[in-house]
């Protein structure tokens, strides 16, 4: 029957190929599922492996975490924005820190001039750490802090501030990304050379565990490889390579799989493309939960599932008519639901202007509640499952997957693959080919090659150049009241640690409850590991 229709209705000249380069088929049937075996392919929602997700009732029992990502200009006014998102029903926080704090920059540094404040908040030392989080209860509330090369630093003040409190490490949660080898494939926001990086990683696989133990002290994280020009394959390919080469690392410092595997989670980009992304979700699961059980021997469930924060694109939102946005924002949250996340972070449509205004925040915010309760999708665990084309696009991507770890096994890992260049060209590639697709409009994107209109004003967050002031002003205050001994010493104690090749974090610890900077801190390290040089690839 279909044939003769299709004949009769021949398809239109457009590129139907997914973000992947993946050429779907016009109609799927049970012939493209001859070898799919839904008992080991397939299988129940929270059990092996994990295809279906990673709890057996998934949105039914509890609905994912609604964690916008937020932080500009100083701690008081990113507080200010946190408390008024708890109030608006966002039911946990992400923090984004600016580019100084990523960096390891104390505010006043000579090299943070101009950027105090504007991409995220400024975090320089206890104090602000303190401000940050004033009225908010850290055991009740989880909290996910954006920082990569300063993570065990940063983490610690987010610890001592607890303390101080007289808070129960025990129930304090949240995540920490820390994922310091997507930094040299993608967002390049890395200080020390790869191989002492990860060893501060593992640190915290190893001291996490056994101090605070409801907190994942990694989010590996796709994000931003997507956002570098990765396809989705690729996101997924990197990504779990980097998760599996933290996994060996830690297995090579004697650590129990069992003990750090269940703390590890993940965080992927969800682009436009619906169905390939919600099959890559799917992928993600599977070869996760595959290889932590036959390749590295895990025992735990927990250590076989892989859970996960999801954001929508920013690469896919234009400045050109920003209100489209809020529809793909939608759209991607609705894929990022259908995939299965654990916690979703919604753009403002705002994204390619400025930071989020808090009118902006909070129609994203609002895109996830009515995904929540008035589509109905949260209330059947895994509605598409053994969907003709999701289950062989999730056949397809899985394979394509394997194909790049496979490579990057054989050519020495991903360390190896960083300094051979090999992440940087097969994404600069990818990134190429797309835009090419878009300059020739073999894809439309509404309102930048298609569909064209004048340009729409819309408000956009400014931040006041007063914030530097503050900050220096904060800054000064902390070195004069410290207590010197303490301060001295704790530096002491990390540089001993970070040279004899202690575990780093007791000594970070130290260094936040004695109001070390976090410049005088990440100096410390590089005096002792020195600083990367990235080898540009042509």
Request: proline fraction near 5%.
């Given at each position: 029957?279909?044939?003769?229709?299709?004949?009769?209705?021949?398809?239109?000249?457009?590129n139907?190929?997914?973000l992947?380069?993946?050429?779907?088929e016009?109609?799927?049937?049970?012939?493209?599922?001859?070898?799919?075996?839904?008992?080991?392919?397939?299988?129940?929602?929270?059990?092996?492996?994990y295809?279906?997700?990673?709890?057996?009732?998934?949105?039914?029992?509890?609905?994912?975490?609604?964690?916008?990502?937020?932080?500009?200009g100083?701690?008081?006014?990113t507080?200010?924005?946190?408390?008024?998102?708890?109030?608006?029903?966002?039911?946990?926080?992400?923090?984004?820190?600016?580019?100084?704090?990523?960096?390891?920059?104390?505010?006043?540094?000579?090299?943070?001039?101009?950027?105090?404040?504007?991409?995220?908040?400024?975090?320089?030392?206890?104090?602000?750490?303190?401000?940050?989080?004033?009225?908010?209860?850290?055991?009740?509330?989880?909290?996910?802090?954006?920082?990569?090369?300063?993570?065990?630093?940063?983490?610690?003040?987010?610890?001592?501030?607890?303390?101080?409190?007289?808070?129960?490490?025990?129930?304090?949660?949240?995540?920490?990304?820390?994922?310091?080898l997507?930094?040299?494939?993608?967002?390049?926001?890395?200080?020390?050379?790869?191989?002492?990086?990860?060893?501060?990683?593992?640190?915290?696989?190893?001291?996490?565990?056994?101090?605070?133990?409801?907190?994942?002290f990694?989010?590996?994280?796709?994000?931003?490889?997507?956002?570098?020009?990765?396809?989705?394959?690729?996101?997924?390919?990197?990504?779990?390579?980097?998760?599996?080469?933290?996994?060996?690392?830690?297995?090579?410092?004697?650590?129990?799989?069992?003990?750090?595997?269940?703390?590890?989670?993940?965080?992927?980009?969800?682009?436009?493309?619906?169905?390939?992304?919600?099959?890559?979700?799917?992928?993600?699961?599977?070869?996760?939960?595959?290889?932590?059980?036959?390749?590295?021997?895990?025992?735990?469930?927990?250590?076989?599932?892989?859970?996960?924060?999801?954001?929508?694109?920013?690469?896919?939102?234009?400045?050109?008519?920003?209100?489209?946005?809020?529809?793909?924002?939608?759209?991607?949250?609705?894929?990022?639901?259908?995939?299965?996340?654990?916690?979703?972070?919604t753009?403002?449509?705002?994204?390619?202007?400025?930071?989020?205004?808090?009118?902006?925040?909070?129609?994203?915010?609002?895109?996830?509640?009515?995904?929540?309760?008035?589509?109905?999708?949260?209330?059947?665990?895994?509605?598409?499952?053994?969907?003709?084309?999701?289950?062989?696009?999730?056949?397809?991507?899985?394979?394509?997957?394997?194909?790049y770890?496979?490579?990057?096994?054989?050519?020495?890992?991903?360390?190896?693959?960083?300094?051979?260049?090999?992440?940087?060209?097969?994404?600069?590639?990818?990134?190429?080919?797309?835009?090419?697709?878009?300059?020739?409009?073999?894809?439309?994107?509404?309102?930048?090659?298609?569909?064209?209109?004048?340009?729409?004003?819309?408000?956009?967050q400014?931040?006041?150049?007063?914030?530097?002031?503050?900050?220096?002003?904060r800054?000064?205050?902390?070195?004069?009241?410290?207590?010197?001994?303490?301060?001295?010493?704790?530096?002491?104690?990390?540089?001993?640690?970070?040279?004899?090749?202690?575990?780093?974090?007791?000594?970070?610890?130290?260094?936040?409850?004695?109001?070390?900077?976090?410049?005088?801190?990440?100096?410390?390290?590089?005096?002792?590991?020195?600083?990367?040089?990235?080898?540009?690839?042509?």
């Open positions: 029957m279909y044939a003769p229709a299709a004949a009769t209705f021949p398809q239109r000249r457009y139907f190929s997914t992947s380069n993946i050429e779907p016009p109609l799927y049937t049970a012939d493209d599922l001859k070898d799919w075996e839904p008992d080991t392919d397939l299988g129940y929602p929270g059990e092996f492996p295809t279906r997700g990673v709890q057996a009732s998934m949105y039914r029992g509890r609905l994912w975490t609604m964690r916008m990502f937020a932080g500009f100083s701690a008081e006014q507080n200010e924005r946190f408390h008024a998102l708890l109030k608006a029903g966002q039911t946990g926080l992400s923090t984004a820190f600016d580019l100084p704090t990523l960096m390891g920059y104390d505010a006043d540094h000579p090299f943070s001039a101009g950027e105090v404040g504007k991409c995220g908040v400024a975090v320089s030392s206890l104090a602000d750490m303190e401000l940050l989080f004033a009225g908010i209860d850290p055991e009740r509330v989880t909290t996910s802090m954006t920082i990569n090369s300063p993570a065990n630093a940063i983490w610690a003040m987010y610890i001592a501030n607890a303390q101080k409190q007289g808070k129960d490490l025990n129930k304090l949660g949240g995540t920490l990304q820390n994922d310091i997507k930094e040299f494939i993608a967002q390049k926001e890395f200080i020390y050379p790869p191989a002492p990086s990860v060893q501060l990683v593992i640190d915290t696989f190893e001291w996490g565990p056994r101090n605070v133990p409801k907190w994942n990694i989010s590996v994280s796709g994000y931003h490889i997507r956002e570098a020009g990765a396809t989705a394959v690729q996101e997924l390919a990197f990504t779990l390579a980097d998760g599996f080469h933290y996994v060996e690392k830690a297995l090579e410092r004697g650590l129990d799989i069992d003990e750090f595997a269940p703390r590890i989670s993940f965080f992927w980009d969800v682009h436009n493309d619906f169905f390939e992304e919600i099959a890559k979700f799917r992928a993600a699961r599977r070869i996760w939960a595959r290889q932590m059980r036959d390749r590295y021997g895990a025992k735990n469930p927990k250590s076989l599932m892989l859970r996960t924060h999801a954001q929508t694109a920013g690469v896919s939102l234009p400045a050109q008519q920003p209100l489209n946005n809020i529809a793909r924002v939608a759209i991607q949250g609705l894929a990022a639901v259908l995939g299965g996340t654990q916690s979703l972070h753009d403002a449509y705002d994204e390619a202007l400025a930071l989020p205004t808090e009118a902006a925040a909070t129609i994203a915010l609002r895109t996830q509640q009515i995904i929540a309760y008035e589509t109905g999708v949260a209330g059947v665990v895994d509605p598409l499952a053994g969907s003709y084309y999701v289950e062989s696009l999730t056949n397809q991507i899985e394979a394509a997957a394997l194909g770890i496979e490579q990057i096994r054989a050519m020495g890992g991903v360390e190896a693959g960083i300094e051979s260049g090999f992440f940087q060209a097969e994404m600069a590639e990818a990134a190429f080919r797309y835009q090419r697709e878009v300059e020739r409009k073999e894809r439309i994107i509404v309102g930048v090659n298609d569909y064209v209109q004048e340009a729409v004003q819309v408000p956009i400014l931040i006041d150049p007063a914030v530097e002031q503050v900050q220096f002003g800054l000064a205050q902390v070195r004069r009241e410290r207590d010197p001994e303490r301060h001295r010493e704790a530096l002491s104690l990390l540089h001993t640690a970070a040279v004899t090749g202690q575990n780093t974090m007791p000594a970070f610890l130290a260094c936040a409850h004695a109001y070390a900077t976090l410049g005088e801190t990440m100096d410390v390290l590089r005096k002792v590991f020195g600083e990367y040089v990235e080898t540009a690839v042509m």
